[in-house]
Structure formats: C-alpha cells, structure tokens
C-alpha cells in the first residue's frame, strides 16, 4: 500500500486557469498510474483563481475515497470566521489535519497568534503541518522556514502532533536532531526535487535520508510524500525503492505511519 500524504491541485503555471475536478482527475489518474492508494490534498495559504479554498476541496472530494484534506491556514490572513469553519469540518472529520506556511509568509512556528490553531488541533487529535526548508518562490524568507524552530513548539505543546514537511531540506541534520528529541514530531520527505530525480542527486538525497533514520532509529516518524505535483510520483516512487532498507521499514514510510498519524481507514482502500 502507498500513501502519499503531501499532494496539491494549484495551478503552479497559472498561464490558464484549471478547474478543480480537472486537477483532481489529473491526480487520481497519476495516482492510479503510479499504484498510490491514497492521497492528502493540501491547500495553500493563500486562496485565489488558482488556489482553491478548503472549503472548494473539501466538496470537490466527496465521493473520492481515496482522497483527504489538509486545510492551510494563513498566518497573516486567518480570522475568526475561518477557525469556526475549520472547527466545524474537524467535527465533521473533513479534514485530516491543518498546514502553516512559515518562510511563504514571516513568522516563526511557536508565535502566540497560533497558539489557538494548536490548541483545536490537540483537541481534535490531529496533526499539523508545516513547510521546511527552501520556499518553492524565491520570495520566501528562508530564516522562518528552519526546521529548529519547530523544537521550541515540539517542547511547548508536547501533546501536538507535528509533521516537518519537506524533511527540512537543506537542513535535513537539524530536522534529524528534532524529530530524534521530540516523540511527537514527524516528518515527510516531499518536495526534495523539481520533478524528476537526476541520478546524482538521487545517490545524494539517499544518502542523507539512510544517514537521518540511522540517527534517529526506527523510521516511525517518517512519512512518504510527494508535493505532487511540483514532484514526479514515478521517480519518487523509484527513489524509495532506491532506500538501503528492509522492507518493514519502507512499509512504515510508505503507508504504515501515515495510516496511524491522520487516522486513514486503510481497509475501506483494499
């Protein structure tokens, strides 16, 4: 089984506009092609003709069993409106977990402005997610986006569940060190690559994945992700193949962690 808990449907070229059953077929068809069982859709901070609403995908979905939602909220922008909306689709169980976007917008992970949007999410049980490392637009302030700053609210909100996206990338060590001290910090490894792995970087970002869960054990918390689709599933799905692991281990990144963290009924999937 394969999950892929780190998908989108923005339109990233944005020379024409895309519905959002278009990108959503397009997803599922990539999925069907690459024998991925389920996937989280992620949506951005930020909600414009290319970027759809979580309340746009949360409809968009229904009916796709293979799908799920992640809200992303906006630092800067939410209000008090969306945490009512975001509160009542947790209810509801129409979203898996919520997404921030330090480094996209500038503030750092443990300001108090979130620490309501920590609190419904420890009260819901469910995780959030947040972008690490280098910011797909050259705009992003990278000083936000380092995996480190991630302990301070690992260690202030020892109940929250926390996903590093991207491993932290460039910062995989100090990502490694975060999710080894703190029990209730994951992390996926999307979005290392603009579409395909190169064969040399590929033996280089292998490298630095095998060298993370040989520090940090057991890969419990690590979790298998795209950024689909800025990245490739087939050659993401080759680079894991790629990984010096025993087959358990991958099942745990593939499906396994996942499965437990954003609570998936793998059984309605078989």
Same mark, same amino acid.
Request: proline letters at 4%; aromatic letters at 10%; one cysteine or more.
């Given at each position: 089984m394969i999950i892929d808990v780190h998908t989108h449907i923005n339109n990233y070229h944005e020379d024409r506009v895309k519905s959002i059953d278009d990108c959503l077929n397009q997803l599922t068809e990539t999925m069907l092609a690459n024998k991925v069982d389920y996937a989280l859709v992620l949506t951005s901070y930020k909600v414009n003709e290319h970027r759809p609403s979580t309340k746009q995908v949360v409809e968009a979905i229904k009916g796709r069993k293979n799908l799920g939602v992640v809200s992303g909220i906006s630092y800067l922008h939410y209000n008090h409106k969306d945490i009512i909306e975001i509160s009542d689709y947790l209810e509801k169980g129409h979203i898996k977990a919520l997404k921030l976007y330090p480094g996209y917008e500038p503030f750092y992970p443990n300001d108090s402005r979130l620490k309501l949007v920590y609190e419904m999410a420890i009260a819901h049980d469910v995780p959030v997610m947040f972008h690490s490392g280098d910011t797909y637009a050259p705009t992003g302030k990278v000083k936000y986006s380092h995996p480190l700053h991630i302990d301070?609210?690992?260690v202030d909100f020892p109940k929250l569940k926390i996903v590093i996206c991207h491993v932290g990338n460039p910062w995989i060590k100090d990502c490694m060190e975060v999710v080894y001290k703190n029990e209730n910090v994951y992390a996926d490894i999307s979005g290392l690559v603009l579409g395909d792995f190169n064969e040399k970087f590929e033996r280089f970002m292998k490298k630095e994945i095998e060298e993370m869960?040989?520090?940090?054990?057991? $890969?419990k918390y690590l979790l298998y992700g795209t950024d689909w $689709?800025? @990245?490739?599933? &087939? @050659?993401?799905? &080759?680079?894991?193949?790629q990984l010096d692991l025993a087959d358990d281990k991958k099942e745990l990144i593939l499906w396994k962690n996942a499965a437990e963290l954003f609570k998936i009924d793998v059984e309605q999937l078989r």
């Amino acid at each position: 089984m394969i999950i892929d808990v780190h998908t989108h449907i923005n339109n990233y070229h944005e020379d024409r506009v895309k519905s959002i059953d278009d990108c959503l077929n397009q997803l599922t068809e990539t999925m069907l092609a690459n024998k991925v069982d389920y996937a989280l859709v992620l949506t951005s901070y930020k909600v414009n003709e290319h970027r759809p609403s979580t309340k746009q995908v949360v409809e968009a979905i229904k009916g796709r069993k293979n799908l799920g939602v992640v809200s992303g909220i906006s630092y800067l922008h939410y209000n008090h409106k969306d945490i009512i909306e975001i509160s009542d689709y947790l209810e509801k169980g129409h979203i898996k977990a919520l997404k921030l976007y330090p480094g996209y917008e500038p503030f750092y992970p443990n300001d108090s402005r979130l620490k309501l949007v920590y609190e419904m999410a420890i009260a819901h049980d469910v995780p959030v997610m947040f972008h690490s490392g280098d910011t797909y637009a050259p705009t992003g302030k990278v000083k936000y986006s380092h995996p480190l700053h991630i302990d301070d609210l690992a260690v202030d909100f020892p109940k929250l569940k926390i996903v590093i996206c991207h491993v932290g990338n460039p910062w995989i060590k100090d990502c490694m060190e975060v999710v080894y001290k703190n029990e209730n910090v994951y992390a996926d490894i999307s979005g290392l690559v603009l579409g395909d792995f190169n064969e040399k970087f590929e033996r280089f970002m292998k490298k630095e994945i095998e060298e993370m869960i040989t520090y940090a054990g057991d $890969p419990k918390y690590l979790l298998y992700g795209t950024d689909w $689709p800025i @990245s490739n599933m &087939k @050659s993401y799905l &080759k680079f894991m193949d790629q990984l010096d692991l025993a087959d358990d281990k991958k099942e745990l990144i593939l499906w396994k962690n996942a499965a437990e963290l954003f609570k998936i009924d793998v059984e309605q999937l078989r």
